[in-house]
C-alpha cells in the first residue's frame, strides 16, 4: 500500500520587461558557412544535427549543400529499450554564443547514459574547408559491461538525381565504396554547368581498421540502419550512416568522434578544386584530429581515433544527469489503445468506463509519451480542466443525453480559437493569446459534449508541408519516432494516432490534411469549399483554407462530421452547406458505397519523382478493395486522350491578396489581440514577426513594407466567382474522363509517394514524396483513407477525389473500402511504439490494522527566484528545505509535474524542475533535513511579460512498506 502525506509550496519570480523572441541556432564561419544545428531551442529538435546549411541565415539565403538534416546519432542497446535505435534527442544542448553545444541533461537509454558536444570551426585557415566537429559520450551506469551500436550520419541530399540529390564520390581509399579500411567519405551535388549547385561534403569517420575501434558498418540511416547496408546508388543513396561497435566497461565512458566537412557551392568549373580543399581537410582531421578544448578524460575516452595521449592521470569524464522519466502507468483503469469513437461511447454507454477515465487514461498517456526528451511532442497545451470537462459529461450521460461525442476527448490543432487555451499559430508571435471565443467549429463540438482536451501542435503558421517545426517542442511521427509527422497538422495526427485522443481537428491549405492523415493511418476529408466554418481559425490562404477532422475510422469522421458542417452565419461560404450536406453523416455509410462505381486512374499520378517504388507499389496493391467493393478502375487523363490530367483553372485569376485578406478579416474579428497586447495590425506584421523560428524568419526590413491594398469588395466577389467556376470545370472534367468519354464518379490517388524521411531536416526541402489532389485549387472536395502499410512498415493512404458537394458520396464510398480492407489489416493500423499503460493504483491504509505508518512533511517558506533577466540565456534558481518525519521502513518524497511558471494567462516556454536531496530513506527518519532546488530556464529570446510569475507545486511524502 502507499501511504502519503502532501503539502504545497508557492513560488514567485519577478521581471521588468519582455525581450523580442527567437529560436534556433546558426553558427557562422569564416568562410561564410552558416551552420543550423539542432539545438534545445525552439523548435526544440534537440539532436545536435545540421538542419540545414546556408550562405546567410533565415529563409531567404541559400542553401551552400545539400544536407536535410545530418550529423545526428541512433544508438542501440542490448536490453532493447523503448527508442532502440532511433535518432536521440533531448540532450538540452545549449548553445556557448560562440562556436560550440553542450549537453546540459543526458539521455538514458536502457542504462547509457548519452552526452554529445559540437562544435564549429568559425575561422577555418586559408585553404582549409569548413567544418565542424561532434563527440558522442556514452557512460556505461550498469554493473556489467555492455555493448552498443553508434550510427552517426543522416541524409545529404534526396532524390536519385537532380540538384537535389548527393552521392558517394570519393573515400579515402581512393574509390566510392565506404568500408573499414575509410578515415573519411565524401558525398556531392551533380553538377550543372555554370549553375551554382550545393557543395560537397566529407564524413571524417576515425582511424582504420585494422585498429580495434574502427567503424565496424555502413547503413541506410532512412531505415533499419543498423542491418540495412548503404544504398550505393539511387535515392537511398543519400541516407549515410558510418556505424561503430563500442563495449563500455561497467561505471565507464567511452565517446565516438567525427568530423563533417563542408565545401563552398560550386559550378562544374570549380569542383574539383573544391573537391580537393574538402578532401585535404579531411585527411589532415582523420590523422590529426582537432581536438581543442576537450578534457584529457574526453580526449582518452574517444573510442574511433588511435590518439597517443597519457591516460593514467586522466581523470573520469564528470557525469551529466539524466532527467527522471515519467512513471509508465496509468492511474485509469480502461484503456483506451486505438480505441473508435463508437468503442468508447459503447463502453460508456454500457456503464464499463466514464469519460473520466477514458480522460485520465489519455491524460496519462500524453505524460508518458508525448513529453519529456522521448516525447512526440503533439501537444502544444493540455487544457487543465479536461478531467472537469469529462466530470460534466458524465453527469450529462447519467441525466440520459446520448449525444455521440458526449464525453469524447478531441484535440484541437492550435490555429483554432479556443476561449479557455491560448490560440499560437504555432508561433511564439501568438504566444499567450486568449481568444474570447471558440472558433465556430470548436463550439460546435462542445455543444455535442465532447472534451476539448487539449491544443495540437503545428508547424508554425501552418505554412511547412514536410515538418511540423511547433517552437514549444517539433512533432515526432507515432509510427517512426524518428521521422517527420508530415506537414502542418503533425500534431492532430500524431495525438490521433497515439491515443492521445479519441480524434482531431487539424487544417489543410494543400497538404495538411492528408499528408499528415498519410503518415499516421488516419481517415480524413477536404471538403467541399464552404463545407465547414472557417470562423475562428488562423489563416495561411483565404479561401483555400479548410478546416477539419482526423479519425480512426470513417463511421468516426461521420460522427465528428455530424457536429461541425454546416452553415454559419460569420462566413459566408458556408450559405450552401445545411442544404447540401447530409442530415445525417452516417446514412452514407452503406456497404455497397462503391457498387457501379467508375474510379479514374492517372498513370502519371503514381510516380515517384525520388525514383522509389515501395510506397507506389503498396498502394497500387490497395486498389483492389475498390474492385472488390464493386468498383471499377478507369484508366483516365492524357494518357487515353483526355485533355488534362487536373481541371482547368478559369482562363483570369481575380487580382487581390489572399493571405492579407485572410489576416486583415481575423485581426477585424479579434479586438483582444490589441486588447492583450498584441502588435498585430495586418499581414506584415505577422509574416515579418522576429519572434519566429529563426530558419523561418524575414529580414527585419520586410516590417518596412507597406502592406498590401485590402480586397475591394468587387475583388472578393471575383475570387467567390472564380473559385465557383473552378469547381464548375472540374464537374465538366469528371463528366467527360476516360477512353469512352462517359465520365467517372471519383479519382483515386496515393497519398503519398516514397517513405518519409527523418525529423531533423528542413530548409523548405522536402523530407517525402507528396502527391497533393487538385482538390485545394479548386475547391473540391478529398476524403483520405488508410490503406495498410508500405514495404519498409509506414503506414499508407488512398485519396478519392470527387465533384464540389459530393462529399457524402466520396464518404460513403471510403466506408466500403474500410470495411473490406480493414477485414484484411490493410486499413487502419495502430503503431506499436506507444503501447498501452499498466494500470496502477494506490490508496492510503493502516499498519497492523490499528495504527498508520507515520510520515509527516514540513515545507519551508516559499522559494523566490528574484528578477529574471531579459535578453540573456540562463538558468535562475531557488532554494528551500523541507523535514521529513516517517516511522516506515521506507520513504519517497516525489513533486508532481511542476508545469510552467504562470504570470496569469501567459506561461514560460520552459518547465519549472524541480531537484530533491535526498528523496528516499531505507529506513526511519525524524526531521530529516530535505534540499530543494527549483531550477527555471530563460533562454535569451524567450518571450517574457512583465509582472510576477508563480506555481503551486505539491509535494508527495509516500511508502510502500508501511
Known sequence: MRSPAIAAGALLAALALAPPAAAFNYVSDSNGTWWGVQDVAPPRVDTGSIRATQVGPGQSPAYSTTINGYGGIKVKVPSSPRFNGELMRGFGLTYDGDAGFKTTQAVDLGGIEIARAVRIERAPAAGVASWGRWLDTFTNTTAAPVTIKVAFGGQSGYSASGSNSSA????????????????????????????????????????????????????????????????????????????????????????????????????????????????????????????????????????????????????????????????????????????????????????????????????????VYDQGQFGLNSYEVVASDALEQAKAADAKRKASDRSPLLGIPIAIKNLYDTKDMPTTNGSLTFAGFRPKKDAFQVARLRDAGAVIIGKAALEEYATSGNYSNDPWGQVWNAFQPSKSAIASSGGSATATAASFAAAALGSQTGDSLYGPASGASLVTLRGTDGLESGTGIMPLSWLTDFGGAMARSVPDLADILNAVTGTDPEDPATAPADAERPADWRSVLEPDALEGKRIGYIPSTWEDPFGTTGTVAASKAALKYLTDAGATIVEVGTTVGDATNAPVAPATNPTGNTSQEGWMQYIDAHPELAEQGFQIRNAVDVSCSQKKVWYVRADPSACAVAPAPRMTADEIAARRAWRTDYKANAKAWFDTLGADDKGVDAVVYPGLLSDISLNDGGGGKASFGRRDTPGAASGIPTVVFPAGYNDHGQPINLQLLGRAWDDGELVGMAYAYERLAGKDGKGHVAPTTVPALPYESSATGTAGGAVPATLALTLGAPATFGAFTPGLDAEYSADTAAKVISTAGDAMLSVSDPGHLANGAFILPEPLRVDIAPASWTGPVANAPVAIRFRQHIGQTDALRTGTYSRTVTFTLSTTSP
Open 168 to 367: 558517394l564520390v570519393n573515400t579515402s581509399s581512393g574509390d566510392a565504396a565506404v568500408s573499414a579500411a575509410d578515415t573519411w567519405a565524401e558525398v556531392a551535388t551533380p553538377l550543372s554547368g555554370t549553375t551554382l549547385v550545393g557543395g560537397p561534403q566529407a564524413t571524417v569517420i576515425g582511424t582504420p581498421a585494422p585498429f580495434g575501434g574502427a567503424m565496424t558498418f555502413t547503413g541506410n540511416w532512412l531505415y533499419d540502419t543498423f542491418d540495412n547496408p548503404l544504398a550505393t546508388s539511387g535515392h537511398e543513396g543519400n541516407f549515410q550512416a558510418y556505424v561503430n561497435t563500442v563495449t563500455i566497461p561497467a561505471g565507464a565512458s567511452k565517446s565516438v568522434l567525427h568530423f563533417i566537412v563542408l565545401g563552398q557551392r560550386v559550378t562544374a568549373a570549380g569542383s574539383d578544386a573544391e573537391r580537393l580543399k574538402v578532401e585535404t581537410t579531411a585527411g589532415t582531421l582523420a590523422a590529426r584530429p582537432d581536438l581543442t578544448g576537450l578534457m584529457p578524460a574526453e580526449v582518452c575516452s574517444i573510442d574511433n581515433f588511435s590518439i597517443a595521449a597519457g591516460c593514467a592521470s586522466a581523470g573520469s569524464i564528470p557525469r551529466i544527469a539524466a532527467p527522471a522519466k515519467p512513471k509508465p502507468v496509468s492511474s485509469s483503469g480502461y484503456d483506451v489503445v486505438d480505441k473508435t469513437i463508437q468503442q468508447l461511447r459503447a463502453d460508456m454507454e454500457s456503464g464499463l468506463t466514464t469519460s473520466q477515465a477514458i480522460t485520465q487514461a489519455y491524460l496519462d498517456r500524453i505524460r
